[in-house]
């Protein structure tokens, strides 16, 4: 390895911060993240954000609550590269005594080039797929997006729905008569979680091992 300074290779580190200081965002709060979680290089965290145990951020991720916020991220949960989670000012979701600009319940699956956008609700075991939109809704558990597929207006997802590939659900008439996630559908949710939920753990041990002052991991 080539002897640079660590300064020169501070591109390759996740960005975490605090929010910047706004007129509807004035008071800084860090993020706070589980030791076991996983924010790999190219990603940036901002702001009110909590993240769960063993929760795999790919690379090129933007989680940043500096306008919307706080934002939860739960257990098992894995975002894939190009995934962009974001808020409006002073929209959110209740639950109970809590509100949320995001909120993403455990083992959930958000794909290649997913937008986010709050005031969202994603329940558990939920799969977002490739390049999709999911913008002022509530997306229950079990529920699949396909890639391409857009959701908002304040729709409700319910449990184990399918949104078709493609398909703009922007009406309550729309989402009431989706059908049930089909049994492939469902498999390959099951998969991708599974391959993602070894992502944290394995990466950890490469980069700690295999590191530079910096923390970029090297041959």
Do not use: W
Request: with cysteine; glycine share 8%; aromatic share 10%.
């Amino acid at each position: 390895m080539r002897g640079n300074s660590d300064s020169e290779y501070n591109c390759f580190k996740p960005f975490i911060s605090p929010n910047p200081i706004t007129s509807f965002n004035p008071v800084q709060r860090y993020p706070s993240i589980d030791e076991t979680a996983l924010i790999s290089p190219f990603s940036s965290v901002i702001g009110d954000v909590f993240i769960g145990d063993n929760v795999y951020i790919a690379p090129n991720v933007s989680v940043r609550a500096d306008e919307g916020a706080p934002f939860h991220i739960g257990s098992t949960v894995n975002l894939q590269e190009g995934v962009v989670l974001h808020g409006l000012v002073d929209k959110r979701i209740s639950l109970g005594k809590y509100s949320y600009s995001i909120f993403i319940g455990n083992k959930v699956t958000i794909a290649h080039g997913a937008l986010i956008h709050g005031p969202v609700y994603i329940g558990n075991d939920v799969f977002v797929g490739f390049k999709s939109i999911v913008y002022n809704a509530i997306v229950e558990n079990g529920a699949f997006i396909s890639y391409n597929a857009v959701v908002t207006n304040g729709v409700r997802i319910a449990k184990n729905r399918f949104v078709p590939p493609g398909a703009h659900i922007d009406t309550q008439e729309k989402a009431d008569v989706l059908s049930t996630v089909p049994k492939d559908s469902e498999e390959f949710a099951i998969e991708v979680q599974r391959v993602n939920q070894e992502f944290p753990a394995s990466y950890h041990l490469l980069i700690g091992n295999n590191r530079c002052s910096c923390g970029f991991a090297y041959n």
